[in-house]
């Protein structure tokens, strides 16, 4: 019995799906997009809110922290304004040109035999669009992104109740929970590939492994951490022991046809 139950642990493969965010986690933070994005956040409050400019930086900061976004937060503390306006303007004009295809990622996500799954608090446009610019587009099963966890069908201006439970968004538990549920995914059998600590901390409460992208070193509450997702296979082989024949021969495949 004993001999049967570690038999069929080793048959079966440690993770069923994996799950990825895409700012700074699938592109480094030195392309520059997020801190266009963040000027963008900045220019949205002063020039549509209405925000004095000089109290800007420090309320997207803190709002940030608070409220898990900084469109959160000033949702939350109660400005009213149009989520698709929002994310066209933050969004809309960032320059995507600054990301390129990277066919080593494409490679290893392609020749990766488990589910792909991506999880972004940014809206769909702006996920379709850097996937695309990647060469990525057909790499995920599912992706759960700002209208997957917020439906257009909530009325924006619904009563101030509960400032956090208007907008879903990582990291807060609530935002996992209706992920997994959504995407059909068990935690315990999932791994999670993420830029921000806080994201990390709270996938791990929720049952995640987890992963630190952009990290030189490991922190409290972080299973793995890797300087770039570039090195997934040098510090997570195992992630490709469950390669099928199939698999490993179409990879091979691919590389003959290419030289
Ligand atoms: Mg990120």
Redesign the pocket.
Known sequence: MEHEDSYKRVLEPKYECLLF?????LYPLSSGISAQCTKNIIDYMIEKLGIDETKVPEMCISLYKEYGTTMAGLRAIGYDFDYDDYHSFVHGRLPYELLKHDPVLRNLLRSLPVRKVIFSNANEAHVAKVLSRLGLEDCFDDIICFETLNPTNNDNKSNVESPRSLIVCKPFEEAYEQAFKIANINPQKTLFF???VRNLQTAKLTGLHTVWVGASHRTKGIDNALESIHNMKEALPELWEDVKPDIRYSEKTAIEVRV
């Open positions: 965010d895409v700012d700074d986690t993420d830029d921000s």
